[in-house]
């Protein structure tokens, strides 16, 4: 096979994962969040959403963190129940950038942030978000250091 054909299928299945990973993790998103509001938890036996997203999936639960379901709830809230953005618009976004962009993004800034986002990658997204120019940033470092055995971080 030649060098152009071998491009032509590794874009193929590049963009055939960016699909996929995008609508799954939309769907992620409204999915949880219609059951949240519909207390889908209580009418399966659990006591609380949380306890729900966490449980076992043999229970009847999700299998998935409370932190992972209430960060996808609160994009799908922002993103769609606030600021009215459409479902095919959010998935070409990608979550990760709506995740950067959700505590400022409002009515009157939607257009401007959704437009970087659509068009800068996440690393430049952030920087922009946080108004860091990296040719200028006069460089604060700090040393982590990590436990090799539970992965335990800590600041020096």
């Known amino acids: 096979m030649d060098e152009e054909n071998r491009a032509r299928e590794a874009d193929t299945r590049r963009k055939r994962f960016v699909e996929f ?9 409204q999915v ?15 006591e609380t959403f949380e306890e729900f997203c966490e449980a076992p999936i043999e229970s009847g639960g999700l299998n998935i963190s409370r932190s992972y379901a209430s960060q996808l709830i609160a994009t799908y809230k922002k993103f769609v129940k606030e600021l009215g953005i459409g479902m095919d618009r959010l998935r070409e976004i990608g979550i990760r950038k709506l995740t950067l962009i ?10 401007e942030l959704l437009s970087m986002a659509e068009t800068l990658s996440s690393k430049d997204l952030g920087l922009r978000i946080k108004k860091i120019d990296p040719e200028t940033c006069e460089h604060d470092f700090r040393t982590i ?12």
Request: proline content about 0%.
């Open 32 to 46: 949880l969040y219609n059951m949240s509001v519909m207390d889908d938890y209580h009418s399966l036996g659990f």
């Open 102 to 111: 959700k505590k400022d993004i409002n009515k009157d800034n939607k257009d």
């Open 145 to 156: 250091k990590v436990c090799k055995k539970c992965n335990k971080r800590e600041y020096v």
């Open 21 to 29: 990973h995008s609508e799954a993790k939309v769907i992620e998103m």
